[in-house]
């Protein structure tokens, strides 16, 4: 069915736009950027939206760091962020600066929002998961007020997240990490600007014992949500990691039903996530070492 919304808005406040939710309901949509509603529409997935509130009048577009952690506004783009000096050279970030410049074309870095990345709730992109390996919160706004929601709970399922009628998504926050940590994000996909096939996030806290002492491992392009490798971080915890200990934490990775796509069935992704999470262990181990020596 063809795309027609029937009413545009621009409000000034977060009391105004939680208003607009309140009163249209299942047929309005937030946008920053729009990629993600063009997408959509282009597909055929956009009919019932009849009302699109525009977030460009209020002030989330902000990049800042203080004694809680870094703060993302939801209508920050994507180039913004890969160009914040708050994660320029910060090892334990590696892993959301790699994801950003994963994402091609530069154009739509340009325009896509940190909002737009999490509230899709698609598992094809690449940001979501560097997020979840942070620990990252979402501040979600409403008409009783703010609440914080972990990220793993904020993705719920395919275009479905835990936002509520009258909620959106005003910043993410990323908590300060561990000390000694460090973090990388790597992608397959069929050419450097498609969605991926498979991306892996991590990040490893190094104790000065030398030994991983914690681990977030997410992987992309899996599952109906970016899914969490718990048996991989169980394995290589208070352990040493070199190479043998980085193949061996990614066999605990063990068999599963990967979801297929057309250039990947579940069996190629599955040998590909194996590769990907061995490899992304041993960089996001290497950086966190180099913290530990400094």
């Known amino acids: 069915m063809a795309f027609h919304p029937t009413d545009h808005f621009e409000p000034t ?31 055929g997935l956009a009919s019932e939206v009849k009302q699109l509130i525009s977030l460009r009048n209020l002030p ?52 896509a929002t940190i909002g737009g990345e999490i509230c899709t709730s698609l598992p094809l992109l690449d940001l979501p998961p560097a997020l979840l390996a942070l620990d990252t919160l979402g501040v979600v706004q409403g008409t009783n007020g703010r609440r914080t929601v972990p990220l793993n709970e ?34 397959f996909g069929r050419t450097a600007y498609d969605f991926n ?25 899996v599952a109906r949500v970016p899914m969490r490798a718990s048996a991989v971080e169980n394995s290589i915890r208070q352990r040493a ?3 043998e200990m980085a193949s061996m934490g990614a066999q605990a990775l063990g068999k599963f039903k990967a979801i297929p796509q057309i250039h990947g069935d579940a069996e190629y992704k599955l040998d590909i996530a194996h590769v990907l999470v061995r490899d992304s262990i041993k960089r996001a181990a290497e950086r966190a070492r180099v913290v530990v020596t400094h």
Not at 75 to 89: D, G, K, M, P, V
Not at 157 to 177: H, S, Y
Not at 197 to 221: E, F, H, M, W
């Open 60 to 111: 989330l577009g902000y990049v800042h760091r203080d004694e809680t952690g870094l703060h993302l506004g939801a209508t920050s783009t994507l180039e913004q962020l890969a160009n914040a000096r708050e994660i320029s050279n910060d090892p334990t970030l590696m892993v959301m600066s790699e994801a950003l410049h994963e994402i091609r074309p530069m154009q739509v870095r340009n325009v």
């Open 154 to 187: 904020f993705l719920v399922d395919f275009f479905l997240n835990a936002l509520k009628p009258n909620e959106f998504l005003v910043e993410a926050l990323i908590p300060n990490q561990p000390e000694h940590s460090g973090s990388a994000f790597f992608k």
């Open 241 to 243: 990691i070199n190479d």
């Open 13 to 43: 406040s977060t009391e105004e736009v939680c208003g607009l939710l309140s009163k249209y309901g299942k047929h309005a949509r937030i946008i920053a950027g729009g990629t993600a509603m063009y997408e959509l529409a282009k597909r």
């Open 197 to 221: 096939l498979v991306n892996v996030a991590t990040r490893i806290t190094i104790a000065p014992d030398g030994k991983c002492s914690d681990a977030r491992i997410y992987l992309g392009g």
